[in-house]
């Protein structure tokens, strides 16, 4: 599987239970990457979208430990175990990992790449990505000119895990 997540300069993700950016090519991109595919996110992360509502044309499997937690259109897992169970026969490059902060932090070591945006700026934030600049097994695969949308100056920047499980 792989994760895709939009950081800050302090790996920065998100504060009252959104996101710290709306960056419209960065949408497209996760967009275009993830459509077809199967999205993994926290209960928290999936209350954030509007209305609640799971991500289209994408299987959406939830982690939360709630026992009567039951969503049109979503799949729920109670585990990170079960989340292994349920992608088992899925091609690997079309599992994502989309956050948020704690479901990061417990799938990173399943990961093989990780597609950031890195945001150059340092807005307010509560909840981090881990700082792959300090975990040696995490490297930089490949990165993109830093470009801009008017508001915010980002790059896109593909990590590579040379220990994922
Ligand atoms: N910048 C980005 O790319 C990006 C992407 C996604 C999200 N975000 C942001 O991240 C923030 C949300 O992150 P968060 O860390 O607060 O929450 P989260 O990771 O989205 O969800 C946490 C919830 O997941 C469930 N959970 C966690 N570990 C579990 C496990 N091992 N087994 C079963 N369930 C488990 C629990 O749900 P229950 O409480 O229901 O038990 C927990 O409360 C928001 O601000 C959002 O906007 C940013």
Known sequence: MNAIAAVSLDWGIGKDNDLLFHIGEDMKRFRALTTGGTVIMGRKTLDSMPGGKPLPRRRNIVLTRQEDFAREGVEVARSQEEVLRLTAGEDPEKVWVIGGGEIYRQLLPYCRLC???????????????????????????????????GTWDYQFIEYINQESK
């Open 115 to 149: 597609w950031l945006t890195r945001v150059y700026a340092r807005p307010e934030s509560a909840v981090f990505f881990p700082d792959l600049d300090t975990l040696p097994q995490w490297q930089v695969l490949r990165s993109g000119a830093i470009v801009s949308d």
